[in-house]
């Protein structure tokens, strides 16, 4: 006997999923603005830092609308061919940003050492500079308020693109002030110094994606604080005849997904049994928003009853 939970049998787009792609053309627009700033800065000081930041930068468009699509499809309602829904898009959609993040990131490498190995004077510093301190504010900005967005509706997708451009904060900030000094010291192989130190960081950002969005992928159980809030409401329900085995939990995307196996007198009706199940359910949909919960039930007095799902 199955009992799923009230939100988790309705076919019908979680609330508000939506309106999460808005999000994701905010960011398009600001990757359009600040890749423009930031080629506009390197045309005029001819700094391959500035062009390494500037080719980071080009990946956020991409990454933009790499979210923009994902979401979309994630607010599709479940159907015949997705019984459970779209929400693993969002993975495809991060995966495909640490991709591209690498791609830039190998980019970058061959310019700085090509420009090591031929170093050329920086021009117009002052103005270069300027624009890319005015790109970076806008950065800053946008991906904090993806970031939290991201978080308040559990979207890997924007998560994933706001972090993006706050690393691109972090790595303008770096070519900022290595160009600074080159244009103080006269060093010139300072610059595609620091174009390379750029490369490593965004590499570093790409993997971590990349490796999140696997994970993801791969059904990972619930963080332990997560499961450990389960476990206590459990704990709470246990008595009276009842007790509970096998919980298993996974991840997809913004939904959580618990089951679990519930014990009960074997002489009680189906009614009774079902009644508990749904206080169960309340007590559980409460700690969490968008938990799929699916509960079999099974007499306690059943040796049958305290066998595990197979994994195999």
Known sequence: MTAPSDSASSGAAPRGREDLS??????????????????????????????????????????AVAAYVALRVVAKPADDDHNFGHTKAEYFSAVLEGVMIVVAAVVILVSAVDRLLNPQVLDNVGPGLGISVLATVLNGLVGLYLVRVGRRHRSLALQADGKHLLTDVWTTA???????????????????????????????????LVW???????DAALPVEERARIDAVLDRRRGGGIDF?????????????????????GDWTVQHAHDVTEEV????????????????????????????????
């Not at 085995?245 to 007198?265: C, I, K, N, W, Y």
Request: charge should be negative; avoid cysteine; glycine fraction near 8%.
């Open 245 to 265: 085995h096998d919980v298993r939990t996974r991840e997809s995307g913004h939904e959580r997904f618990l089951q679990l196996h519930m014990l009960v007198p």
């Open 212 to 218: 999140q969005s696997g994970a993801g992928l791969m």
């Open 174 to 208: 770096g070519v900022i002030v290595g160009v600074l000094l080159v244009a103080l010291t006269g060093w010139l192989p300072l610059d595609p110094l620091i174009a390379i130190a750029v490369a490593v960081n965004i590499l570093v950002v790409g993997a971590r």
């Open 281 to 312: 359910e309340a007590d559980l949909a409460a700690l969490f928003d968008d938990l799929r919960i699916t509960i079999h039930i099974e007499p306690i007095d059943d040796p049958r009853a305290y066998e595990a799902w197979r994994l195999d």
């Open 22 to 63: 808005r999000f994701a053309l905010l960011s398009i627009a600001t990757s359009l603005v600040v890749i423009g700033l930031k080629i506009l800065a390197w045309r005029l000081t001819g700094s391959v830092g500035l062009l390494s930041d500037a080719a980071e930068s080009s990946v956020n468009v991409v990454a």
